[in-house]
């Protein structure tokens, strides 16, 4: 099937002479429609090189919780490029970091006191679980190399973090060869599988160094939802074995899921936790791995072996540091929580009607979360621009077509993006 080009040749110069030279994420290229040329964004608003402006229904990929282009954001970035972009931590340290640490640490439920920044949520990840890993050699305990990951669980794309994703009806089968073996099992969400989790854990918990979930919601494994009994029973099975418990809260976390953490839903405190995404508001990469001081203290000692050997170039990067502290900082000054709290019932109601169509299975909703579970999606492509054609961007994959939107999004616009999922499966 050859590529379209219909969009590349009225689009501007740079598209066409560089769109060859990009490999794009998680696309066959050769059978995917082109992408959209962007040129600015303002608000819930994409703005195509054509003029047409799309309603972001996904907060590119979840991070944009207060919108495109908030002022206060853009200030702090600019401000800090002026003074500094970036320096290096070994060995230094600046005002941006330090003061987003303090902050992470205050904002984090129990003693969650520990921060490591990297760039990326799968790098986050990486780190958390070098950092379990090694927690048990610094003790002395011998061979605790296993996790414990969950069915429909997506940690990200980088080696270690597909390890504890769902391989077998994830996206990353075709990797099985290269990584490392875990231990995969089903969420703990009934009595059966609570006592098959222990049993697993009775016979294997000294190869065992942590268990790794994504709290409350499963993001890209399906935009699944777990009750916050799940997170208790975790909590316990990892202190009745003497494991830690990772949260990966790389969605869920800054309100998306109703509270600032998905942990504060279940009272549970995780002994390392991952943030990023949402993190800077959407406007660069950075991530934080945050361990509770039990975990930091078994690595404090005179021995330079204990010390945690990594350390990316670009971490703690100043202008992201900036950007994540001017976002916290329209946490404490606009209304966000409330705002989720109101999204959270305009999806209840906005996506209501879908319960009721041929080919769809299910609706649920949690926060600013709004899910549409199909029976089959038959062409992502095809679906995907059909939304674009509606004036919205929307970008189902499996079986879901989701919303996650800025929890700034108006209400006309929130009503456009549920009114343009309703029209397009009708006609599916």
């Given at each position: 099937?050859?590529?379209?080009?219909?969009?590349?040749?009225?689009?501007?110069?740079?598209?066409?002479?560089?769109?060859?030279?990009?490999?794009?994420?998680?696309?066959?290229?050769?059978?995917?429609?082109?992408?959209?040329?962007?040129?600015?964004?303002?608000g819930s608003r994409i703005v195509l090189a054509d003029g047409?402006?799309?309603?972001?229904?996904?907060?590119?990929?979840?991070?944009?919780?207060?919108?495109?282009?908030?002022?206060?954001?853009?200030?702090?970035?600019?401000?800090?490029?002026?003074?500094?972009?970036?320096?290096?931590?070994?060995?230094?340290?600046?005002?941006?970091?330090?003061?987003?640490?303090?902050?992470?640490?205050?904002?984090?439920?129990?003693?969650?006191?520990?921060?490591?920044?990297?760039?990326?949520?799968?790098?986050?990840?990486?780190?958390?679980?070098?950092?379990?890993?090694?927690?048990?050699?610094?003790?002395?305990?011998?061979?605790?190399?296993?996790f414990i990951a969950f069915k429909g669980g997506y940690h990200?794309?980088?080696?270690?973090?597909?390890?504890?994703?769902?391989?077998?009806?994830?996206?990353?089968?075709?990797?099985?060869?290269?990584?490392?073996?875990?231990?995969?099992?089903?969420?703990?969400?009934?009595?059966?599988?609570?006592?098959?989790?222990?049993?697993?854990?009775?016979?294997?918990?000294?190869?065992?160094?942590?268990?790794?979930?994504?709290?409350?919601?499963?993001?890209?494994?399906?935009?699944?939802?777990?009750?916050?009994?799940?997170?208790?029973?975790?909590?316990?099975?990892?202190?009745?074995?003497?494991?830690?418990?990772?949260?990966?809260?790389?969605?869920?976390?800054?309100?998306?899921?109703?509270?600032?953490?998905?942990?504060?839903?279940?009272?549970?405190?995780?002994?390392?936790?991952?943030?990023?995404?949402?993190?800077?508001?959407?406007?660069?990469?950075?991530?934080?791995?945050?361990?509770?001081?039990?975990?930091?203290?078994?690595?404090?000692?005179?021995?330079?072996?204990?010390?945690?050997?990594?350390?990316?170039?670009?971490?703690?990067?100043?202008?992201?540091?900036?950007?994540?502290?001017?976002?916290?900082?329209?946490?404490?000054?606009?209304?966000?929580?409330?705002?989720?709290?109101?999204?959270?019932?305009?999806?209840?109601?906005?996506?209501?009607?879908?319960?009721?169509?041929?080919?769809?299975?299910?609706?649920?909703?949690?926060?600013?979360?709004?899910?549409?579970?199909?029976?089959?999606?038959?062409?992502?492509?095809?679906?995907?621009?059909?939304?674009?054609?509606?004036?919205?961007?929307?970008?189902?994959?499996?079986?879901?077509?989701?919303?996650?939107?800025?929890?700034?999004?108006?209400?006309?616009?929130?009503?456009?993006?549920?009114?343009?999922?309703?029209?397009?499966?009708?006609?599916?």
């Open positions: 099937m050859a590529e379209d080009t219909s969009k590349e040749e009225s689009a501007p110069g740079w598209y066409a002479d560089g769109l060859r030279h990009v490999w794009r994420p998680y696309a066959q290229m050769k059978t995917a429609h082109p992408p959209l040329p962007v040129t600015h964004t303002h047409r402006e799309l309603i972001d229904g996904v907060a590119s990929w979840w991070t944009a919780c207060h919108g495109y282009n908030h002022p206060h954001i853009r200030q702090a970035v600019a401000r800090q490029l002026a003074d500094m972009p970036h320096v290096m931590l070994g060995g230094l340290v600046h005002e941006p970091a330090a003061t987003l640490a303090r902050r992470l640490a205050g904002l984090l439920p129990g003693d969650l006191d520990h921060v490591f920044f990297s760039d990326s949520g799968s790098v986050a990840v990486e780190v958390a679980l070098k950092i379990a890993l090694q927690y048990w050699i610094n003790t002395g305990a011998k061979g605790r190399s296993q990200g794309d980088t080696t270690g973090a597909m390890a504890v994703s769902d391989s077998e009806d994830g996206m990353h089968a075709l990797f099985a060869g290269l990584l490392p073996r875990h231990h995969l099992a089903d969420l703990p969400d009934s009595d059966d599988r609570l006592a098959a989790l222990d049993a697993l854990l009775a016979q294997r918990a000294g190869d065992i160094a942590g268990i790794i979930v994504e709290p409350l919601v499963q993001g890209a494994g399906g935009m699944k939802f777990n009750d916050a009994i799940v997170l208790k029973r975790l909590r316990a099975l990892a202190d009745k074995y003497d494991m830690l418990l990772i949260f990966d809260e790389i969605f869920t976390g800054f309100g998306r899921t109703g509270t600032m953490f998905a942990c504060e839903a279940a009272g549970v405190v995780p002994d390392i936790i991952t943030l990023s995404k949402a993190l800077t508001g959407g406007t660069m990469g950075l991530a934080a791995t945050v361990a509770t001081k039990k975990v930091f203290d078994v690595f404090w000692s005179d021995d330079p072996a204990k010390a945690l050997m990594h350390g990316p170039s670009y971490m703690a990067n100043a202008l992201a540091c900036a950007a994540a502290n001017a976002s916290l900082d329209l946490f404490e000054s606009e209304p966000r929580l409330r705002q989720v709290a109101a999204l959270s019932a305009a999806l209840e109601q906005g996506l209501a009607p879908c319960r009721q169509m041929p080919g769809v299975k299910n609706v649920r909703v949690l926060g600013a979360i709004g899910v549409v579970e199909m029976t089959r999606i038959a062409d992502l492509n095809a679906l995907r621009a059909r939304f674009v054609d509606e004036g919205v961007f929307i970008r189902p994959f499996g079986n879901v077509i989701y919303l996650t939107p800025a929890f700034t999004i108006s209400p006309d616009d929130l009503a456009q993006l549920a009114g343009a999922i309703i029209k397009v499966i009708r006609t599916l």
